[in-house]
């Protein structure tokens, strides 16, 4: 089995700053890309960046400049900072990675942690 596990959200005052950070572990045979995804109330989950194994990043428009992406030496970790808060940030994020298992080192699935909340007051 494979865990991920997310820290760092909370509450902010808008134009303010919060690093997610999310750690894997497991029967982790490797790992592709990493990402962050949220959801706010009513709305569906949506994409916040990506992060491949290889370092290539993509961001959501309405994060760009703002958010950053970034892997931790082991690549079993994966951050998210967040400066320049707004409000519309606010949502549940959820951390996920495209990982191979020791018991399947050719499938390729996703898993996902249980998400932190992110709120933004105005």
């Known amino acids: 089995q494979v865990q991920l596990v997310e820290s760092g959200g909370g509450l902010v005052q808008a134009g303010g700053s919060l690093r997610l950070s999310c750690a894997a572990s497991?029967?982790?045979?490797?790992?592709?890309?990493m990402g962050w995804y949220r959801q706010a109330p009513g709305k569906q989950r949506e994409l916040v960046a990506v992060?491949?194994?290889?370092?290539?990043?993509n961001y959501a428009d309405s994060v760009k400049g703002r958010f950053t992406i970034s892997r931790g030496n082991a690549k079993n970790t994966v951050y998210l900072q967040m400066n320049s808060l707004k409000p519309e940030d606010t949502a549940v994020y959820y951390c996920?990675?495209?990982?191979?298992?020791?018991?399947?080192?050719?499938?390729?699935?996703?898993?996902w942690g249980q998400g932190t909340q992110v709120t933004v007051s105005s």
């Open positions: 996920n990675a495209d990982v191979t298992t020791v018991q399947a080192i050719h499938v390729l699935d996703p898993y």
């Open positions: 497991g029967s982790i045979f490797s790992i592709n890309a």
């Open positions: 992060i491949t194994s290889g370092g290539s990043t």
